[in-house]
Antibody, heavy 116, light 108 residues
Framework: QVQLVQSGGEVKKPGASMKVSCKAS????????VGWVRQAPGQGLEWVGW????????DYAQKFQGRVTMTTDTSTSTAYLELRSLTSDDTAVYYC?????????WGQGTLVTVSS | EIVLTQSPGTLSLSPGERATLSCRAS???????LAWYQQKPGQAPRLLIY???SRATDIPDRFSGSGSGTDFTLTISRLEPEDFAVYYC?????????FGQGTKVEVK
């Protein structure tokens, strides 16, 4: 069965960087890209972006351009989300998803807390 | 960017009643590329509907989606106790993908 298992929660200081991993199993990793969606406490869902797993293509939401990098490691079927220059507004649960269109499979979520 | 506006913000209904949720787009959604998700507290969202009207695997037939262009609807024909949750629409016809702000379906 398809599984997306994310790394554990993180606490970061303002200005620091975060890096969340998402290990996929149960399907051919390079058949689908990986999307990232975040959800601030008590708020709605927000699209962060998408990364291809078979070439270097990415598609980032405008508000994150310049401080986000999404990468993949096909040898371990793992995707990574890096977000830099963190502020308290980046406190959220970050989800990885299989694909970047309609999102059938989701990781369990990783809580990243930004606090001084 | 396509802005999705969901209404109402909260829907207070009793089990067995019919729920009608609306999602309106600021511009036409390409190829009916509209999905609906259900989210319960502490859980990841669950895909219900894609392509505006296709039910995802294992989704009960009391959930149905309709619409095209800028107006979309999710209908739950008879609410079961497990259906009380927050529902989001999402468009994936253009970049960036965007979500509506959510409709909470609560017990009256």
């Amino acid at each position: 069965q398809v599984q997306l298992v994310q790394s554990g929660g993180e606490v970061k200081k303002p200005g620091a960087s975060m890096k969340v991993s998402c290990k996929a199993s149960g399907y051919t990793f390079t058949d689908y890209g990986v999307g990232w969606v975040r959800q601030a406490p008590g708020q709605g869902l927000e699209w962060v972006g998408w990364v291809s797993t078979y070439n270097i293509n990415t598609d980032y939401a405008q508000k994150f351009q310049g401080r986000v990098t999404m990468t993949t490691d096909t040898s371990t079927s793992t995707a990574y989300l890096e977000l830099r220059s963190l502020t308290s507004d980046d406190t959220a649960v970050y989800y990885c998803t299989r694909g970047g269109d309609f999102l059938r499979y989701w990781g369990q979520g990783t809580l990243v807390t930004v606090s001084s | 960017e396509i802005v999705l506006t969901q209404s109402p913000g909260t829907l207070s209904l009793s089990p067995g009643e019919r729920a009608t949720l609306s999602c309106r787009a600021s511009q036409s959604v390409a190829r009916t590329s509209l999905a609906w998700y259900q989210q319960k507290p502490g859980q990841a969202p669950r895909l219900l509907i894609y392509g505006a009207s296709s039910r995802a695997t294992d989704i009960p037939d009391r959930f149905s989606g309709s619409g095209s262009g800028t107006d979309f609807t999710l209908t739950i024909s008879r609410l079961e106790p497990e259906d009380f949750a927050v529902y989001y629409c999402q468009q994936y016809g253009s970049s960036p993908r965007t979500f509506g702000q959510g409709t909470k379906v609560e017990v009256k």
